[in-house]
């Protein structure tokens, strides 16, 4: 059964870059079996899938265009996880951020990170 | 807004059936399967249906999925007090090329 496990600080300073991480057990990163998502949720703006990536013959990652231009989405394979880097974040940031592994749903979700943006 | 629309609420009494929909258009459920998410109070969502109308293992056959054209629905039978919760649906979007979401439907037992 694959589980994930979710760090990274929950408070920044607008401007700042968020990162999380998450780590992968019950699978690889690396497996062409699922892809590795970021989602996040927040009261004004729901549930919001911000990209993923996935391996098949090469290493892939897509991103929303909500947020293309600010966001990294990087696998890790040494460390059998992965991660985001969403940059130069302002209060509309603020969400809880969810990872999540699946294939064509995402079946497989870590507990969440409660992330405020607060100057 | 949510790309997908679904009914902010829907409640029944213990052992009844409530029925949750979820409208998109040709580019997300018109093309493309759908799943649902039960989201318990302060918990991550958890895949409750995908593909439209399969359940993964674990989840009750109380649960039901079904679409037709850029429409879907969840069925909830014989419902029961854990049932509580707030119900997702997603899909894949043709045009901004990633999974979308419904606003969330909150359900309530009476």
């Known amino acids: 059964q694959v589980q994930l496990h979710q760090s990274g600080p929950g408070l920044l300073k607008p401007s700042q870059t968020l990162s999380l991480t998450c780590a992968i057990s019950?699978?690889?990163?690396?497996?062409?079996?699922?892809?590795w998502n970021w989602i996040r949720q927040s009261p004004s703006r729901g549930l919001e899938w911000l990209g993923r990536?996935?391996?098949?013959?090469?290493?892939?990652?897509e991103y929303a265009v909500s947020v293309k231009g600010r966001i990294t989405i990087s696998p890790d394979t040494s460390n059998n996880q992965f991660s985001l880097h969403l940059g130069s974040v302002t209060p509309e940031d603020t969400a809880v951020y969810y990872c999540?592994?699946?294939?064509?749903?995402?079946?497989?979700w870590g507990p969440g990170t409660e992330v405020s943006v607060s100057s | 807004q949510s790309v997908l629309t679904q009914p902010p609420s829907a409640s029944a009494t213990p052992g009844q059936r409530v029925t949750i929909s979820c409208s998109g258009s040709?580019?997300?459920?018109?093309?493309?399967?759908v799943n649902w998410y039960q989201q318990l109070p302060g918990t991550a969502p958890k895949l409750l249906i995908y593909?439209?109308?399969r359940r993964p293992s674990g989840v009750p056959d109380r649960f039901s999925g079904s679409k037709s054209g850029p429409s879907a629905s969840l069925a909830i039978s014989g419902l029961q007090s854990e049932d509580e919760a707030d119900y997702y649906c997603?899909?894949?979007?043709?045009?901004?090329?990633?999974?979308?979401f419904g606003g969330g439907t909150k359900v309530t037992v009476l």
């Open positions: 999540a592994g699946g294939l064509g749903s995402l079946r497989f």
């Open positions: 040709s580019p997300n459920i018109g093309s493309n399967t």
């Open positions: 997603s899909s894949w979007d043709d045009s901004l090329s990633g999974p979308v």
């Open positions: 019950g699978d690889r990163v690396s497996s062409n079996s699922l892809t």
């Open positions: 990536t996935y391996r098949t013959a090469q290493w892939y990652t």
């Open positions: 593909s439209d109308d």
